[in-house]
């Protein structure tokens, strides 16, 4: 079994006082995809926000065994967690290039060093499509191509934790089917990955574990291909497979 790389109990969240997110328990094994699916308003992004430390959040975090409750976002960005929100939050007036270099300040002091270039070269493999544009402007790029940019410049960081905040929204079918390839691949490469995501039955099918959170609770866990299975969450989140 895989060691824990992430631990998170009691974990709450408040805007004022509203519960968004209740008494969470998680791990998250290094090396896995988890996948957390749900209704809309559940607190799926909440959760990805207050683990960054991008909102406030009260339990217990450990991360690779150390807590990090106290941390603030840059403190967990350089701990090696990064997050891809679903609003992309690209630079729409700066190239492929530059917004990819962007995610990787903490490592280059110049442009061209050559740590800077090996994790280009791999995030360009992932997504040869960015190599092709990397002189364009991110904002003149499709819906696909954004969310891959958005991916490759987190990727940049050399995360050991990468959350992912709705990677398909907005994106026609085949696109998504796209990105849903590239994120099975990336899987391939050891990184861990938490996949908040509306389309279960694609999230389900690329991760180890699921867990479908609802009103701010975790309500079912388990093996992804057992949950994709499970009558409940067919009925509710899959669906019938459309022929």
Known sequence: MNPELL????????????????DLDLVVRAGTVVAI??????????????????????????????RMRSFDLEQRVAAGIALVPESRALFGDLTVLDNLLLGAYRFIG??????????????FDLFPRLRERRAQLAGTLSG????????????????????????????????????????ARLKKTGVTIVLVE???RAALAISDEGHVLETGKLVLSGPASELAKDPRIIETYLGSEVS
């Open 144 to 183: 696909g191509e954004r969310q891959m940019l958005a991916i490759g410049r987190a990727l940049m960081m050399q995360p050991r934790l990468l959350l992912l905040d709705e990677p398909s929204i907005g994106l026609a079918p085949r696109v998504t089917a796209d990105v849903f390839a590239a994120i």
């Open 198 to 200: 509306q389309n279960a």
């Open 110 to 123: 110049q442009r061209g060093s050559v740590r800077s270039q090996d994790h280009l070269a791999r995030v």
């Open 7 to 22: 631990r998170i109990e009691q974990f709450v969240v408040r805007y004022g006082k509203a519960t968004v997110l209740s």
């Open 37 to 66: 699916v749900g209704p809309n308003g559940a607190g799926k992004s909440t959760l990805l926000h207050a683990l960054v430390g991008a909102i406030p959040s009260a339990g217990r975090v450990q991360f690779d065994g150390e």
